[in-house]
């Protein structure tokens, strides 16, 4: 008898465009969980709304994520794929979580912090409950691991509360979900500009998007920060440098990797040379994921296929524990 699959939930705001950081530090590992899970990816409208983006602009946002994705190699077939607004039990069972949820907690949350200091014309109630929307994003699928990076590991522990705190007041129904990470496959892709990580929304210039056409990327790279050392063998390699090898481990061969680690060793390095390597393999890797996400938002009869899929099937396990949430609260009157 087959064994059932552990359940894994995460989630995409649709907002900015999805860059290298967002290949290679969810997306490959989606890709890779999907053998081995039973996985539920969705694209967090819902979330978007916090920061107001214009309505012309959403449905084409939420497509490009979904499209990106899939043109990545998430696979319909294999994960349940859809748009959390696509799941209104998603928001009956927020409602219910919102009365185990305490405002003092919520203000203290970092991110929440963040948010009043970057937006303070706008420190909606939906920024405020933002972790408890998150948390029932997972519960109610009842997930056992969530992928998530270190700056979200607070938000993964308010998740465990809230499923520590129902199950406590009205009988066990969530399991606890834990963070998860091949861990030999997270990379942290840093900013071209040596200017922290690649971002959806800061200094497109020092980013690379899925979506770049090839002589924005060759662009870009020749544009990238390096240090032209100290001129000694085996100087130390400073962090723009390293962050330009980083990036030929993920897109080069091993052999072009080696060449350029003993240049920099040897102090023989030209940074012309390498960066037009890898301006080169950069395009090899980024351009077919680019046109198969152009192809995708072009079949919006495919999309919308996917879509509705993935939704059917996430509303019947968010539906079942919805009614079980609400049978133990003593919602439930017939």
Not at 223 to 238: I, L, N, V
């Amino acid at each position: 008898m087959a064994t059932e699959k552990e359940i894994v939930v995460s989630g995409i705001r649709p907002t900015g465009y999805l860059h290298l950081g967002n290949y290679f530090g969810a997306i490959r590992n989606f890709i890779r969980m999907q053998e081995d899970f039973n996985c539920y990816i969705f694209v967090a409208d819902w979330h978007s709304l916090t920061t107001h983006p214009d309505p012309k602009d959403l449905p084409g946002n939420v497509m490009r994520v979904l499209a990106e994705n899939i043109a990545s190699g998430l696979d319909p077939e294999k994960a349940v794929v859809y748009a959390q607004s696509d799941v209104p039990e998603i928001a009956e069972l927020y409602l219910l979580m919102n009365m185990l949820a305490y405002v003092g907690e919520l203000e203290k949350v970092p991110t929440f912090k963040d948010k009043v200091r970057l937006q303070p014309q706008n420190v909606n109630a939906g920024l405020l409950t933002y972790p408890v929307l998150m948390a029932v994003d997972i519960l109610i699928q009842r997930a056992v691991k969530v992928p998530v990076g270190k700056d979200q590991g607070q938000h993964l522990e308010m998740a465990r509360n809230f499923a520590q705190r129902f199950n406590h007041r009205y009988g066990n129904l969530f399991p606890e979900p834990a963070a998860f990470n091949y861990g030999d496959s997270l990379v942290r892709i840093a900013s071209l500009d040596g200017n922290g990580k690649m971002s959806k929304s800061e200094n497109e210039m020092a980013t690379i998007y899925l979506a770049d056409e090839d002589d924005k990327i060759i662009q870009k790279l020749k544009k990238a920060k390096t240090d032209s050392g100290t001129g000694e063998p085996g100087a130390p390699m400073p962090e723009s440098v390293a962050n330009l090898i980083t990036l030929m481990e993920l897109v080069s061969t091993p052999e072009v990797v080696k060449f350029y680690q003993d240049a920099w060793a040897n102090q023989t390095i030209r940074f012309g040379d390498m960066k037009k390597q890898l301006g080169e393999d950069m395009v090899k890797f980024v351009g077919p994921i680019r046109e198969r996400a152009k192809e995708l938002q072009r079949d919006t009869d495919y999309m919308h296929k996917i879509m509705k899929q993935g939704a059917e099937k996430a509303r019947a396990n968010a539906s079942a524990t919805l009614q079980e949430a609400k049978k133990l609260i003593g919602l439930k009157y017939y």
